[in-house]
């Protein structure tokens, strides 16, 4: 009975998400109603003890990074400069070559930093016009999008500095580098099968004499290509993100050592302050190379910035909240659902998976599949079992390193189900539906998955990290 209570639990919360509705606010009646069934004396102790102990702990941690991530983007877009960006790269690779063009738009400005929100509403305008001069079917669009800026560099990647590749830190007192070989050998094999697949598309449409198609909704504006920065200073905000990452990377650990103590100024005695550097060298390096990057933006395109800085800023701050607490919200539920005696019964029937870093994978994926989040689900999956995956780790002689870089991965792996706000925001912002184009971000997703499981196969083939 107590395993049915924690799986409608966790399908409510699908459900409720599924249907748009904030897990802001559902996800604390779903944890709450599972303790509600099982124990009515623990709702007021385990939400206040545990519930919100577990989400005000996920915001310290990880809201600086949501909201620097959201005004960079939202810099780079009010500069003009992820224009400059798409234009450049649609010049060097060619238009004929339009899927290939803005994969590698949208990896860049992911790989630099930029919200996957904003690389969309960024993108989209050029791929309209690219795919309706090459003929090729705008419901193919969302697909394109996807592979570029919702997989490799997402969470493959080494150095990404997405909260997908910084989340694992805190856990397993890793950096973003993790695993690098892997990663980027997980990276190259979901864009070459990622392509493949979108060509093939291509190819069996003109076949089929498909065009870009008629009567669609949401068509972008001409695009105005005056006036835009020149492409090496539009980069540059993104080179210096991915650089000084790497250097705070390293210069962080050396400078604080393990760890930092210190007594606040005030009247009386208060006791030190101990805050232990290896649990968030990682998180302040993405924290300091985004702050720079800001800086780089407002240096080299401060006209354009300031006149609209107001009000972007304001968006950018009410979407790095919302995502901040979406995720903070899942990540408290996650606490709750793993201290109820029916999750007993799911920890009990992963364990039963012999290897470990399978059974991370699976536990990762399928929880990111059913919240509809990537970070959510790995937030849960980690707050629930991240002990149990490092016994796991050390007891197998496996690098923690290794388990960073698949649960990294697996958390983008099933998340793109049709209920994840990434989806909805893609097809919504390309005027198309789920009908027209999901099969595609479905193939995708597929290939991301399948990803995973490559990588643990190239490191127990091979054992390099």
């Given at each position: 009975?107590?395993?049915?209570?924690?799986?409608?639990?966790?399908?409510?919360?699908?459900?409720?998400?599924?249907?748009?509705?904030?897990v802001?606010?559902?996800?604390?009646?779903?944890?709450?109603?599972?303790?509600?069934?099982?124990?009515?004396n623990?709702?007021?102790?385990?939400?206040?003890?545990?519930?919100?102990?577990?989400?005000?702990?996920?915001?310290?941690?990880?809201?600086?990074?949501?909201?620097?991530?959201?005004?960079?983007?939202?810099?780079i877009?009010?500069?003009g400069f992820?224009?400059?960006?798409?234009?450049?790269?649609?010049?060097?690779?060619?238009?004929?070559?339009?899927?290939?063009?803005?994969?590698?738009?949208?990896?860049?400005?992911?790989?630099?930093?930029?919200?996957?929100?904003?690389?969309v509403?960024?993108?989209?305008?050029?791929?309209?016009?690219?795919?309706?001069?090459?003929?090729i079917?705008?419901?193919?669009?969302?697909?394109?999008?996807?592979l570029?800026?919702?997989?490799?560099?997402?969470?493959?990647?080494p150095?990404?500095?997405?909260i997908?590749?910084?989340?694992?830190?805190?856990?397993?007192?890793?950096?973003?580098?993790?695993?690098?070989?892997?990663?980027?050998?997980?990276?190259?094999?979901?864009?070459?099968?990622?392509?493949?697949?979108?060509?093939?598309?291509?190819?069996?449409?003109a076949a089929?004499?498909?065009?870009?198609?008629?009567?669609?909704?949401?068509?972008?504006?001409?695009?105005?290509?005056a006036?835009?920065?020149?492409?090496?200073?539009?980069?540059?905000?993104?080179?210096?993100?991915?650089?000084?990452?790497?250097?705070?990377?390293?210069?962080?650990?050396?400078?604080?050592?393990?760890?930092?103590?210190?007594?606040?100024?005030?009247?009386?005695?208060?006791?030190?302050?101990?805050?232990?550097?290896?649990?968030?060298?990682?998180?302040?390096?993405?924290?300091?190379?985004?702050?720079?990057?800001?800086a780089?933006?407002?240096?080299?395109?401060?006209k354009?910035?300031?006149?609209?800085?107001?009000?972007?800023?304001?968006?950018?701050?009410?979407g790095?909240?919302?995502?901040?607490m979406?995720?903070?919200?899942?990540?408290?539920?996650?606490?709750?659902?793993a201290?109820?005696?029916g999750?007993?019964?799911v920890?009990?029937?992963?364990?039963?998976?012999?290897?470990?870093?399978i059974?991370?994978?699976?536990?990762?994926?399928?929880?990111?599949?059913?919240?509809?989040?990537?970070?959510?689900?790995?937030?849960?999956?980690?707050?629930?079992?991240?002990?149990?995956?490092?016994?796991?780790?050390?007891?197998?002689?496996?690098?923690?390193?290794?388990?960073?870089?698949?649960?990294?991965?697996?958390?983008?792996?099933?998340?793109?189900?049709p209920?994840?706000?990434?989806?909805?925001?893609?097809?919504?912002?390309?005027?198309?539906?789920?009908?027209?184009?999901?099969?595609?971000?479905?193939?995708?997703?597929?290939?991301?998955?399948?990803?995973?499981?490559?990588?643990?196969?190239?490191?127990?083939?091979?054992?390099?990290v």
């Amino acid at each position: 009975m107590d395993f049915l209570i924690v799986l409608a639990s966790l399908a409510f919360l699908m459900f409720v998400a599924y249907r748009g509705y904030s897990v802001i606010l559902f996800a604390p009646i779903a944890a709450m109603g599972a303790v509600l069934f099982i124990d009515p004396n623990l709702v007021a102790p385990m939400f206040t003890g545990l519930f919100m102990d577990k989400m005000v702990g996920f915001v310290k941690n990880f809201f600086p990074v949501f909201l620097l991530g959201a005004v960079f983007g939202k810099v780079i877009e009010l500069s003009g400069f992820s224009k400059s960006i798409v234009a450049a790269v649609i010049r060097i690779i060619g238009r004929e070559r339009a899927m290939l063009a803005i994969v590698v738009v949208c990896g860049l400005l992911t790989y630099g930093g930029v919200s996957l929100f904003v690389v969309v509403f960024a993108v989209y305008p050029f791929a309209a016009e690219m795919f309706r001069q090459g003929g090729i079917p705008k419901r193919l669009i969302p697909g394109t999008i996807a592979l570029g800026a919702f997989t490799f560099t997402m969470d493959s990647l080494p150095g990404t500095p997405q909260i997908q590749n910084i989340i694992p830190t805190t856990f397993f007192k890793t950096d973003i580098y993790a695993a690098p070989w892997l990663g980027t050998i997980g990276g190259v094999f979901i864009l070459i099968c990622g392509l493949s697949y979108l060509e093939w598309c291509r190819r069996r449409a003109a076949a089929a004499g498909e065009g870009y198609g008629e009567g669609h909704s949401n068509e972008p504006e001409p695009i105005d290509s005056a006036n835009l920065a020149h492409p090496v200073i539009a980069i540059l905000p993104l080179v210096m993100v991915g650089v000084m990452n790497k250097v705070f990377t390293s210069a962080i650990p050396a400078l604080y050592g393990e760890k930092v103590s210190f007594i606040p100024a005030v009247i009386g005695k208060a006791a030190p302050v101990v805050q232990q550097t290896k649990a968030v060298a990682a998180i302040w390096a993405v924290e300091g190379a985004l702050l720079i990057g800001i800086a780089t933006v407002f240096v080299f395109g401060w006209k354009m910035v300031f006149s609209k800085f107001g009000e972007g800023s304001k968006s950018a701050i009410g979407g790095a909240l919302l995502a901040t607490m979406n995720t903070a919200s899942e990540y408290g539920f996650g606490a709750v659902i793993a201290a109820l005696p029916g999750f007993l019964v799911v920890a009990n029937a992963l364990s039963a998976i012999p290897n470990p870093l399978i059974n991370e994978a699976i536990t990762v994926t399928s929880l990111a599949g059913i919240t509809g989040s990537a970070s959510g689900g790995m937030g849960i999956a980690l707050a629930a079992m991240a002990e149990t995956f490092i016994a796991n780790a050390n007891a197998a002689g496996i690098p923690l390193e290794v388990f960073h870089r698949v649960a990294s991965m697996a958390s983008g792996g099933m998340d793109t189900l049709p209920h994840n706000g990434a989806v909805i925001t893609l097809l919504a912002v390309t005027g198309l539906t789920h009908r027209q184009s999901y099969k595609d971000i479905f193939a995708i997703t597929c290939i991301k998955t399948l990803a995973v499981f490559v990588v643990i196969g190239v490191f127990y083939a091979t054992g390099i990290v």
